[in-house]
T-cell receptor, first 112, second 115 residues
Framework: KNQVEQSPQSLIILEGKNCTLQCNYTVSPFSNLRWYKQDTGRGPVSLTIMTFSENTKSNGRYTATLDADTKQSSLHITASQLSDSASYICVVSGSNDYKLSFGAGTTVTVRA | ETGVTQSPTHLIKTRGQQVTLRCSSQSGHNTVSWYQQALGQGPQFIFQYYREEENGRGNFPPRFSGLQFPNYSSELNVNALELDDSALYLC??????????????FGEGSWLTVV
């Protein structure tokens, strides 16, 4: 079973609207959680990194939240643009582990 | 631009053949990790190299092997290719291990098709 689950699998939004993506994880003990944006056929690009002591982190129109107690994170996209169309991947690292656990990603399509 | 470069960008191999993929990490980064990403799925961790030593491995068979060189560049080698090895192979570099809070930078990947 994957240790990082993302929802929804995909969503379509109109340009200018907001959306929120969810990430639930079971990785323990927890070290940090990252959100990446991946355009089709390209490598992932880092959006945010949060450790267990951080509740929120922003990067422009992207805001990530973290609740380490419930092992949940969200990524909020504000005032979406066509260029936001991509897959958004949640990545979790354990504090005594050497690897990253990836979610399957949420595919966001922004339409004019 | 992440400063991580991978080559080749695309290649086609025949089942049973061997392939070598290359990665140049961002300057100063001593950790390189490799991932396999099948179409429509998230990346899967293959292994990590820290200062030329493999110090972490995912659930991949021994025919997946790698090297890290003194300049921290890296290679991924896959022997006895199978059709299911067709995927995007991503290399990532960072300063320090993957469990650190440092940013991990990915390359654009190498698309491998096995026929």
């Amino acid at each position: 079973k994957n240790q990082v689950e993302q929802s929804p699998q995909s969503l379509i939004i109109l340009e200018g609207k907001n959306c929120t993506l969810q990430c639930n994880y079971t990785v323990s003990p927890f070290s940090n959680l990252r959100w990446y944006k991946q355009d089709t056929g390209r490598g992932p690009v880092s959006l945010t990194i949060m450790t267990f002591s951080e509740n929120t982190k922003s990067n422009g129109r992207y805001t990530a939240t973290l609740d380490a107690d419930t092992k949940q994170s969200s990524l909020h996209i504000t005032a979406s643009q066509l260029s936001d169309s991509a897959s958004y991947i949640c990545v979790v690292s354990g504090s005594n582990d050497y690897k990253l656990s990836f979610g399957a990603g949420t595919t966001v399509t922004v339409r004019a | 631009e992440t400063g991580v470069t991978q080559s080749p960008t695309h290649l086609i191999k025949t089942r049973g053949q061997q392939v070598t993929l290359r990665c140049s990490s961002q300057s100063g980064h001593n950790t390189v990790s490799w991932y396999q990403q099948a179409l429509g799925q998230g990346p899967q961790f293959i292994f990590q190299y820290y200062r030329e030593e493999e110090n972490g491995r995912g659930n991949f068979p021994p025919r997946f092997s790698g090297l890290q060189f003194p300049n921290y560049s890296s290679e991924l080698n896959v022997n006895a290719l199978e059709l299911d090895d067709s995927a995007l192979y991503l290399c990532a570099s960072s300063l320090g291990g993957l469990f650190s809070g440092n940013t991990i930078y990915f390359g654009e990947g190498s698309w491998l098709t096995v026929v």
